[in-house]
């Protein structure tokens, strides 16, 4: 088998080689590239759960390569988000946004994604193969997350190429173009916002910067490129991910095709079964800790891969097996701890209504070519489909 082939059928299933190095030990030393340094993966579900919630894990990518030499050339208000922060900067900018993301506070999204939704399979030809992430789980995201903010729709398009190329693998001076740029157009809109005030959140955000003080420009700008670019790149995997691990079940499909209100208590296990986000965010030790059973030196980075987790059998009984009526609730697709995915509520609340409506107007949806044929992303951090091709 050659590597390219190789490349590609762990793209399309990692599991087997997690379950082999969970096997062997849940917490590991793995080479990072062609530095010869290292650092630690954590495939099992009980130390991955630890390592999201101990505080000796630092998220301050900041702080981690001071000094050290870089080739990238990230954009500060990108690579200083409130995804890199420990507290008491973490929790001051999350505190900003979390009433935003409540689930009643989405809930008031619900009628403007059910048209949208409509409207967008409205397009959908009758005739020949319809790629379900592009002509669906790649626009709808792009469009719930801009209506939040307050991005007006001509500009919609160019911020979904800005985040395909800041998640494009193996292209860092591409991902690097996508930052300032992005970050530029914020600080634009910021502007522009300031002169013609809406009610939107991002409007919500310049009144805070503006009124009691608390946010810096950076973090406002960075706070913003976060929820633009984190709001839907991840849902638009959880939709194609979804909707492929039930075309290849047709007994799933089936079941929820004939009861639709069964879709919101699935959501769970589709979220486990083939997490959107197959590893966290950067971590590092700041000190020397024990990980499981395993000593893990001061001043490391600490990769969990959470798809690897949700599929430890010590925590999920048959992992590899899809069960819609498995209470699959303490899956780590979303994270754990004061880390916790903020937009949660609004993936979930996508994900239903999206789900719902394709197996209600399409009922005899199916996949329009073999699934071993399918071409996934070649990230690192977000797992998703690159076309996802179905006859309705």
Known sequence: MNDAAGDTRSARDPYP???AMRSRCPVQAVASGSSGRHSYLVTGYAEARQA????RLSKDTAAFFAGKNTKRDL?????HTMLAADPPRHTRLRKLVTGAFTSGAVAGL??????????????????????LVADLAVPLPVMVICELLGVPEADRQQVQLWSADLFAAGQPER???????VADYMSGLIASKRLRPGGSLLDRLIATRDGEDRLTEEELVSLAVLLLVAGHETTTHFLGNA???????????????????????ALDE???????????????TTEAITLGATEIPAGVPVLVALGAANRDPDRFPAPDRLDLDRDAAGHLSFGHGIHRCVGAPLARLEAEITLRAVLTRFPGIRLAGPADQLEWRRTRLVRGLVALPVLI
């Open 52 to 55: 999201l919630n101990d505080p």
């Open 17 to 19: 080689a997690y379950a």
């Open 75 to 79: 954009h500060p208000a990108v690579a």
């Open 175 to 181: 991902g690097d173009a996508a930052s300032h740029a």
């Open 270 to 284: 589709l979220l486990r079964f083939d997490a959107p986000v197959a590893t966290s965010t950067f971590r590092f």
């Open 110 to 131: 619900r009628p403007f994604i059910t048209r949208l939704t409509g409207e967008l399979l409205d397009r959908w030809a009758a005739e020949g193969p319809v790629d």
């Open 243 to 265: 909707a492929l691990a039930l075309l290849e079940r047709p007994a799933g499909l089936e079941r929820l095709r004939d009861d639709p209100g069964a879709v919101p208590e």
